[in-house]
């Protein structure tokens, strides 16, 4: 069984839905993105583990558990943390060269959420979609 079976990310979610739940301390804040380096400037680096997880989040299953982590996301109602939930639902969807998606991920956010700075960071990667 490898690291992206159901348990392994079940798991996950479960650890990310603990943390949308009892964090809120802003010094939290933690946009993320996966960008594989070249192993010939950083030779410590996992190349292969780095393209599988790359090709993993790109592929339909990958599509899925965003899909998945989207619909946990909208379980939790209202909670502080959403707004940054809903910032890496989009990296994700631009890593995955879904824009459109992403687009729409980062206008919801902006609007539902103006004064956050996880709506800064939305306004500023759309300004680049363009």
Same mark, same amino acid.
């Given at each position: 069984?490898?690291?992206?079976? &159901?348990?392994?990310?079940?798991?996950?979610?479960?650890?990310? @839905?603990?943390?949308?739940? @009892?964090?809120?301390?802003?010094?939290?804040?933690?946009?993320?993105?996966?960008?594989?380096?070249?192993?010939?400037?950083?030779?410590?680096?996992?190349?292969?583990?780095?393209?599988?997880?790359?090709?993993?989040? &790109?592929?339909?299953?990958?599509?899925?558990?965003?899909?998945?982590?989207?619909?946990?996301?909208? @379980?939790?109602?209202?909670?502080?943390?959403?707004?940054?939930?809903?910032?890496?639902?989009?990296?994700?969807?631009?890593?995955?060269?879904?824009?459109?998606?992403?687009?729409? &991920?980062?206008?919801?956010?902006?609007?539902?959420?103006?004064?956050?700075?996880?709506?800064?960071?939305?306004?500023?990667?759309?300004?680049? @979609?363009?």
């Amino acid at each position: 069984m490898d690291m992206f079976s &159901t348990p392994w990310w079940s798991a996950l979610l479960a650890i990310v @839905l603990i943390d949308l739940v @009892l964090a809120g301390d802003p010094v939290l804040f933690n946009p993320y993105g996966v960008i594989p380096v070249s192993p010939a400037r950083h030779p410590h680096v996992k190349k292969e583990a780095a393209e599988r997880f790359s090709q993993w989040l &790109t592929s339909p299953a990958g599509q899925e558990a965003i899909a998945s982590f989207r619909a946990l996301v909208a @379980l939790a109602g209202d909670h502080m943390r959403l707004p940054e939930a809903l910032l890496a639902i989009a990296n994700c969807q631009l890593e995955m060269k879904d824009s459109k998606a992403a687009r729409k &991920t980062l206008d919801d956010l902006i609007a539902r959420y103006p004064g956050t700075e996880a709506a800064q960071a939305a306004k500023d990667r759309v300004s680049r @979609l363009r």
